[in-house]
């Protein structure tokens, strides 16, 4: 990463807290939309992310959203 000048951290310097929240997030794309397998190239690439996307705001229920998508809460507050 550092040799194609890719910065490491995801977080703020000295913000460790943000760094948890995105491990989360991290895990949940890996582990729930197998986005931690090897991409064959960058078309694949995006379109494995934006149906991870359009899945985790549109079908995938939350349990911190009272059993709803983001997208449903969104339009609720809008």
Sequence with gaps: MKR???EIS???ENHCY???MTE???HILKDEFYLD???MNTPHTKRAIK???NLYNEVRL???LDF???NMVYKLTA
Aim: charged share 20%.
């Design 4 to 6: 194609k000048q890719i």
């Design 10 to 12: 995801m977080a703020e």
């Design 18 to 20: 943000e760094n948890a």
């Design 24 to 26: 989360r997030v991290n």
């Design 37 to 39: 397998q090897t991409f």
């Design 51 to 53: 149906n991870a996307i």
């Design 62 to 64: 939350h349990l911190s």
């Design 68 to 70: 709803r998508t983001p």
